[in-house]
């Protein structure tokens, strides 16, 4: 298997995260426009949750643990 920089895919997660919020909406109306930004929604909450995650490599097991608990209820 080729090295894998965890650190480094985080990041990517958390710069497209970043770029969906700053992606421009197309000129579409109605339900075309609803699926765009309904579609957009789904792609950040997927890029935050894996660019929130701690990462850990072990003998080529790649494990991410993601604390969905609200801010106030975490350790």
């Known amino acids: 298997m ?7 895919m985080i990041q990517r997660f958390r ?3 970043k ?3 700053q992606r421009p ?3 579409v109306a ?3 426009r609803q699926a765009f930004i309904a ?3 789904t792609d950040f909450q997927d890029f935050a949750i ?3 995650a701690d990462a850990e490599l072990v003998d080529g097991v790649l494990t991410l643990r993601i604390d969905l608990r609200p801010e ?4």
Not at 2 to 8: G, I, N, P
Not at 72 to 75: G, Q, S
């Open 39 to 41: 579609q957009a929604k």
């Open 25 to 27: 909406l197309p000129p």
């Open 15 to 17: 710069d497209r995260a």
């Open 2 to 8: 080729a090295s894998l920089d965890v650190d480094a």
């Open 50 to 52: 894996i660019g929130d």
């Open 30 to 32: 109605g339900d075309e």
């Open 72 to 75: 106030d209820a975490r350790d």
């Open 19 to 21: 770029a969906v919020k």
